[in-house]
């Protein structure tokens, strides 16, 4: 959806509420925050609910907005939580919620349907339909991926639904945000659960390889004035309120005049935070190593001494007014920001010695220090009889009660809660479904398979002796790409294939408009039973579980989980197979980390890649427990083994066989 405003919204982050308060004072339009639970930045201080309240306060008293994410994944126990938080947050009067379940977007459009959400990057949002997709399910706002070229970013944006927002500036992953598992399946630590250990940022093969400078598009202003987004997103909220000062005030004066930023403002950026320089590689389509920069020491010198000031609170002029009459009690109007508030305090007495001065009664209601409103008292507006005394406790009151009014009136009354049960969405039934990258896979281990096995081929990929049940889509299909993706998908169709494996929001309507039956790949993060059924509603038949999901969660849930397979930990962009070892090794690459582990890259459609762990997860010998839990609906995903390896491989699992060498189990925590 094109814009309605002239200026695309200018939104900054804040980590703590001193970085909020930096980013209202630089000219934000709107500031994004998170609690203390269920955000994708859990390291950062974060806000507790006093502070939240405050946040909404100082924000609408300036013109800006209030965003809050809950934009981590959730389990089914989390599921309910996560509902009546963004309760609370609407009644605290945040204007809107940065959100990645699907199915936590539809309960919230269900239950608070005055309160806006913003589908997350994480989402994995980057095609018209994808970002159709999440309206439906009740965003008004969709934050685009990141690897959107500006050609992409204007097709959506003018074609699609909601409104749509990209980041501007600050730290990229290089890989498609909400499809990074390296941190959770290597380390343990989750990047969709907001705790990511960014092993990208490390050597592979003895070079930083995969760790990208920071995004600047400070040079593309009017191209991004032009393309029609709603909002354009400053990355940060690990950053001091220095970092978001001056980055949110170089960005507030490029928008207000309309122009491209200066060499001399990309150098203060840089001073501010760099990488070794920045990179506008996604929005230009210049990929390449020229995306690639590290923290020197002097980048590092220079961010300290950028970042060190303090910014206090702006207070904003309140117009102050006091009538004291005989008989009624005091009352005080406090109007700021365009509202107004009447309190009303005690009844003043007759006074016996001295009467109430004016003068003295301006004086006590304009001492505001501590809140967010200052006051001239010669502009207080004075209504006092003669001869009356109020007590200077009872004026404080009055003056407190006024300020807490107007920032109560920030607030939403609350709406009744209710909780809502979900079944387990998918079919129950046992089945054994398989995902081979080559046909020659697929021929080897055609004649182990049970008979009613599903069987997917990529759409790429022509079919050997054995026609596959399935076509696999590509991972990624930006809108310039779905002709191409169409032709494929349909002469797969054309030869009796009914089943599709799609890996993306935007790829469930596409694929039953070809007349497919769609199945979820693990790439759509379903780890609760609102998402699995929020999908359904889209039009998934089937799905295969988050690999993050431990037994209990996954058992919790229903459907397939993967069962076998070197699990793709990433999914990027750029070609680093052509980049690192030339297109002779395509599908033979291999990255080695500190440890002296390896992880394989092969080519995904057209010249992305695919990063695997180089351990595979395997749980062919521990079919009893899976039995047990009730998760008899298994998935094996074979990338890089050669044909007679898949069929050992398959041989095993079948006979419920161990595997020699190492290999992966489910995770233990979620």
């Known amino acids: 959806m094109f814009r309605k405003s002239t200026l695309p919204e200018l939104l900054s982050p804040a980590g703590s509420f001193e970085a909020l308060v930096a980013a209202v004072n630089a000219g934000a339009d709107a500031v994004y925050f998170g609690g203390k639970q269920l955000n994708a930045r859990a390291f950062a201080r974060n806000f507790d609910d006093e502070e939240i309240a405050r946040a909404v306060v100082y924000c609408h008293l300036h013109g800006a907005k209030a965003y809050v994410t809950l934009n981590t994944l959730l389990s089914e126990r989390e599921r309910e939580t996560a509902v009546k938080r963004a309760g609370e947050l609407r009644e605290r009067g945040v204007d809107a919620l940065i959100v990645a379940d699907a199915g936590l977007i539809l309960r919230i459009a269900e239950r608070y349907p005055d ?295 920030e607030r939403r009354a609350p709406l009744p809660d209710t909780e809502k049960t979900f079944d387990r969405p998918f079919p129950d039934a046992p089945l054994l479904s398989v995902f081979c990258r080559t046909a020659e896979q697929l021929d080897a281990i055609a004649p182990l398979l049970p008979e009613n096995a599903e069987t997917y081929l990529p759409a790429w990929e022509t079919p050997g002796a054995t026609t596959p049940s399935g076509v696999s889509f590509p991972a990624v299909i930006f809108d310039g790409e779905r002709e191409e993706a169409k032709k494929m998908a349909t002469a797969a169709r054309e030869r009796g294939v009914k089943l599709a494996l799609v890996h993306n929001v935007g790829q469930i309507g596409f694929a039953r408009s070809l007349g497919f039956t769609v199945i979820g790949s693990q790439r759509l993060n379903i780890t609760n039973r609102a998402a699995a059924n929020a999908l359904c509603s889209a039009g998934l038949s089937d799905a295969i579980l988050s690999p993050e999901l431990p037994l209990p969660a996954a058992a919790a849930v229903g459907g397939r989980i993967l069962a076998y397979g070197h699990l793709p930990l990433m999914l990027t962009e750029r070609c680093f197979i052509r980049e690192n070892f030339g297109c002779e090794k395509c599908n033979k690459a291999v990255f080695t980390d500190r440890t002296g582990a390896k992880f394989p890259l092969l080519r995904e459609y057209p010249h992305r890649n695919q990063i695997l762990n180089g351990v595979p997860t395997y749980l062919g010998d521990k079919r009893a427990e899976l039995d047990a839990a009730g998760l008899s609906r298994l998935h094996l995903y074979f990338s890089v083994e050669p044909p007679a390896r898949a069929r050992e491989i398959l041989a095993s699992f079948l006979s419920g066989k161990p595997l020699d060498g190492a290999v992966r189990r489910m995770p233990r925590t979620f």
């Open 115 to 409: 309160l806006s959400v913003h589908a997350s990057t994480q989402a994995s949002a980057h095609s018209t339909e994808g970002c159709d997709l999440l309206a439906g399910l009740g965003a008004r706002r969709v934050v685009l991926a990141r690897e959107l070229p500006l050609s992409e970013i204007v097709s959506v944006t003018k074609n699609a639904i909601p409104e749509t927002e990209i980041f501007l500036h600050g730290a990229l992953c290089v890989c498609h945000s909400g499809q990074c598992l390296f941190s959770s399946l290597i380390g343990g630590r989750s990047g969709n659960r907001g705790a990511c250990a960014q092993p990208c940022r490390l050597p592979y093969d003895g070079k930083e390889r995969l760790s990208l400078r920071d995004l600047c598009l400070a040079p593309h202003i009017p191209a991004l004035i032009a393309s029609g987004v709603a909002s354009l997103k400053i990355e940060g909220r690990m950053k001091s309120p220095g970092y978001v000062y001056g980055v949110t005030s170089v960005y507030r004066r490029l928008l207000d005049e309309g122009r491209a930023a200066t060499p001399g403002e990309i150098a203060e950026l840089e001073r501010i935070f760099s990488r070794g320089g920045f990179t506008d590689g996604y929005l230009s389509g210049n990929l390449g190593r020229g995306m690639l920069g590290v923290r020197s020491a002097t980048d590092k010198a220079n961010s300290r001494e950028a970042n060190d000031a303090a910014i206090p609170p702006i207070p904003v002029e309140a117009d102050l007014s006091c009538t004291v009459l005989p008989g009624a009690p005091a009352a005080l109007t406090l109007t700021a920001a365009g509202r107004s508030v009447t309190v009303e305090g005690d009844t003043p007495e007759t006074a016996k010695s001295a009467p109430l001065d004016p003068d003295a009664l301006a004086t006590r209601l304009a001492k505001l220090g501590g809140t967010f409103f200052t006051c001239d008292p010669a502009k207080i507006k004075i209504d006092l009889a003669p001869g009356l005394n109020l007590s200077p406790g009872a004026v404080n009151r009055l003056r407190r009660d006024a300020v807490a009014a107007w920032e109560t009136g």
